[in-house]
């Protein structure tokens, strides 16, 4: 797990110079203030976890739930409720606001959100398969996996298999990525690198776990 977490937006890809003057292509990531709606702990919930949310919502919107979930940290309701998983929450309280400065001293960190969904996809695509061959009698099959299975013993096909299926839209996580600024008054993260996930999908960026030079 990790020791500092905050929830941001995807906002988009651009480039910056750095001080050689050398390109470098980094993820805007907006991050606006964390508001701490509830803290659990190893000894009362069996893990320790920090559940925040972000931006502002009508509280008139808000179903019965969520209402007494806001009402009862006294915290003002935002647009979502996400938990951080943090080894250590010591020092955090309910109400408190967490801003992208948390992580302004970290020289990486890893960003989880859920990838773009690609829909339907072949072999080739979904797993990078390189396809039968184009002559030689193979008719119409250049794209297909082949054999897949066996045939008497086991006559089955195996958990796991690489077959054709739903590409994308699964929780992904990028390692190590490299920050190149961070802003707490345009309330802004730079990374170095792509993220996962499209434009205005919410991440979850935390100190790096494996480290990295």
């Given amino acids: 797990m990790a020791s500092k977490a905050i929830v941001g937006e995807k ?20 991050v606006r203030p964390n508001r701490v709606v509830r803290v659990k702990t190893a000894a009362l919930d069996g893990y320790s976890a920090v559940q925040v949310t972000f931006g502002r919502r009508d509280p008139d919107k808000l179903n019965g739930p969520e209402a007494g979930h806001f009402a009862a940290a006294g915290v003002e309701p935002g647009l979502k409720l996400v938990e951080l998983r943090l080894d250590e929450v010591d020092g955090y309280e309910v109400g408190q606001e967490l801003t992208v400065e948390t992580l302004a001293d ?10 773009k969904g690609k829909g339907f996809a072949g072999v080739m695509k979904r797993h990078g398969f390189s396809g039968l061959p184009a002559s030689h009698g193979a008719h119409k099959v250049h794209r297909k996996p082949g054999a897949v299975g066996q045939c008497a013993t086991p006559s089955r096909i195996f958990r796991g298999k690489r077959m054709p299926g739903r590409m994308g839209n699964q929780r992904t996580t990028t390692l190590n990525l490299l920050v190149v600024e961070a802003d707490a008054e345009r309330e802004i993260l730079l990374v170095k690198g792509s993220v996962p996930g499209p434009r205005g999908g ?3 960026i935390r100190d790096a776990v494996k480290g990295g030079s």
């Fill in 106 to 115: 970290q020289g990486r960190v890893d960003v989880t959100a859920v990838s």
């Fill in 11 to 30: 906002v988009g890809m651009t480039q910056v110079w750095d001080d050689d003057n050398r390109v470098v292509p980094v993820t805007v990531l907006r």
């Fill in 202 to 204: 919410t991440v979850l």
